[in-house]
T-cell receptor, first 114, second 115 residues
Framework: SAVISQKPSRDICQRGTSLTIQCQVD?????MFWYRQQPGQSLTLIAT?????????ESGFVIDKFPISRPNLTFSTLTVSNMSPEDSSIYLC???????????FGPGTRLTVL | QQQVKQSPQSLIVQKGGISIINCAYE??????FPWYQQFPGKGPALLIA?????SEKKEGRFTISFNKSAKQFSLHIMDSQPGDSATYFC??????????????FGQGTILTVHP
């Protein structure tokens, strides 16, 4: 299994600012994903982070709001830009190894926007 | 749109009892069905998973039953313990098209096991 860490674990931010969340996997993985989870709700896929190319965004999520980088096979970042209180949520990094079906999640970043 | 519907929303079970959580999906374009367990303040942890060519998979106290024709799958937790109290999510992985390789999650079930 892959062990995934995220930084920061939580943050309180002001409206209009941006926050970058880092995701580190302890082994090389093929696929990395970013999810959003509202408290008490299910998980919603934001985008697939592609190594060496632009991320693939799901409907309702755009690159200008959620720019993503993936410089190598173990690391990715998600930026939440120009934040509003509606962006308050838990952001989860996820990864899946090459050839495997199992998908693992990081501990999440709890974001509060005031 | 691919959907996975999960029930019940919440479940209360006595210690030692059986917890059963059900999920149903609406089309056949899924090839892998995992269950995740999530404790408050933590990320989801992979619990057990099944592929559609298998009708049942058991790992310790956790069993997945899969009914391909009915497009339903369920999680059974035998001898439920207070430590099992958590939120459980079923998921289904897209097998093709724009959903290939992506997990679609159910709405979640909050399980409470009373001592």
């Amino acid at each position: 299994s892959a062990v995934i860490s995220q930084k920061p674990s939580r943050d309180i931010c002001q409206r209009g600012t941006s926050l970058t969340i880092q995701c580190q996997v302890d082994s090389q993985v093929t696929m990395m994903f970013w999810y959003r989870q509202q408290p008490g709700q299910s998980l919603t896929l934001i985008a697939t982070a592609n190594q060496g190319s632009e991320a693939t965004y799901e409907s309702g999520f755009v690159i200008d709001k959620f720019p993503i980088s993936r410089p190598n096979l173990t690391f990715s970042t998600l930026t939440v830009s120009n934040m509003s209180p509606e962006d308050s949520s838990i952001y989860l990094c996820s990864a899946r190894g090459g050839g495997g079906l199992e998908q693992f999640f990081g501990p999440g970043t709890r974001l509060t926007v005031l | 749109q691919q959907q996975v519907k999960q029930s019940p929303q919440s479940l209360i079970v006595q210690k030692g009892g059986i917890s059963i959580i059900n999920c149903a999906y609406e089309n056949t374009a899924f090839d892998y069905f995992p269950w995740y367990q999530q404790f408050p303040g933590k990320g989801p942890a992979l619990l057990i998973a099944i592929r559609p060519d298998v009708s049942e998979k058991k790992e310790g106290r956790f069993t997945i039953s899969f009914n391909k024709s009915a497009k339903q799958f369920s999680l059974h937790i035998m001898d439920s313990q207070p430590g099992d109290s958590a939120t459980y999510f079923c998921a289904a992985r897209g097998a093709g098209g724009t959903s290939y390789g992506k997990l679609t999650f159910g709405q979640g079930t909050i399980l409470t096991v009373h001592p």
